[in-house]
């Protein structure tokens, strides 16, 4: 097979997310910031972590985004979300945690509400700075085929070394530079791949291995992080990936315009386990 005939047996449907403009409330609806809709018994989540003026304290998560599932069936090609209810994403964004260590656990949530009837505006806890009380935009969504960054297509068929015909080859199917693709926020498909790819860092830090240094890799049993390598790509899929968000005055950046990507294995997805994501940052 061509390198373009490999990129296109890995395509799989994503849906693409689109910070369209300012937005008014409306209950249970598929939007980015603003007040999530919740159950009478929600308990804000927290998370005590060390941001980057050192400052060490439990903070509350702040709230990215919520989805509408019904929706998103009408885009959800492959039928891998829930087809009703609310799923909402959360991330503690003063600490920016990036995910390679097992104390980051908690740094993000994703809750699945079924029922949205029972839903309201939920208040923002009185310990929450401004700063992460996000304004409220429109989202609009999109299905698309996504293919590989060249990190995870490399795993995939590693005797391929030509990344310059496999450039071309994506930006073919796609349209896109594969080095600088567009506004790239997204439910499911293959990530946009800043740094590494990220399956077996997902499949090992959420076992308990501390990562970050080459150092910390190579205290991994050489078993469990084979095991990794051969299954957890298989196992592990992107959820949702989260772009710079832009909007009038508000920016919402990650690192140095980085991404965040919250993961989720085949299995726990299939349970509806969404308290069972793991969360990694990456950025330029």
């Known amino acids: 097979m061509s390198i373009k ?7 799989r449907n994503s849906i693409q997310l689109k910070i369209a ?8 609806a598929t939007r980015f910031g603003g007040k999530p809709d919740v159950p009478p018994d929600f308990v804000w989540p927290t998370y005590e972590g060390e941001n980057y003026d050192h400052v060490v304290k439990d903070r509350p998560l702040t709230f990215l985004a ?7 069936a009408q885009f959800d090609k492959e039928h891998l979300l829930p087809d009703h209810g609310l799923l909402s ?13 097992p104390e980051d656990k908690g740094c993000a949530r994703v809750y699945w509400f079924e029922d949205l009837s029972a839903l309201s505006a939920a208040d923002f806890p009185a310990d929450m700075e401004e700063d992460f009380k996000f304004p ?15 990190e995870d297509f490399s795993e995939v068929f590693p005797d391929e070394e030509d990344d310059d015909a496999f450039d071309d080859a994506w930006e073919e199917l796609t349209g896109e530079d594969s080095e600088d693709p ?11 791949v800043i740094q590494n790819s990220m399956f077996d860092e997902c499949d090992l830090v959420s076992q308990g291995y501390r990562l970050g240094n080459p150092e910390n890799w190579n205290r991994i049993p050489k ?20 772009d710079t968000v832009e ?31 793991w969360l990694i940052l990456q950025c330029c």
């Open 182 to 192: 567009d506004d790239r926020s997204q439910l499911l498909g293959w990530p946009d």
């Open 223 to 242: 078993d469990i992080r084979q095991q990794a390598e051969e299954t957890a790509r298989d196992r592990w899929m992107l959820l949702f990936q989260l």
């Open 247 to 277: 909007q009038g005055d508000f920016e919402l950046m990650f690192g140095d315009c980085g991404h965040i990507y919250f993961y989720i294995t085949k299995e726990d997805l299939a349970a509806r386990r969404f308290d069972r994501i």
């Open 21 to 28: 403009r300012k937005e008014t409330y409306k209950l249970g």
């Open 66 to 72: 919520q989805f509408n599932c019904a929706e998103l």
């Open 5 to 11: 005939e490999k990129l296109e047996s890995l395509g």
């Open 89 to 101: 994403f959360f991330y503690e964004t003063d600490t920016q945690c990036w995910g390679y260590d």
């Open 136 to 150: 409220m935009v429109k989202i609009r969504m999109e299905s698309k085929c996504s293919y590989p960054s060249w």
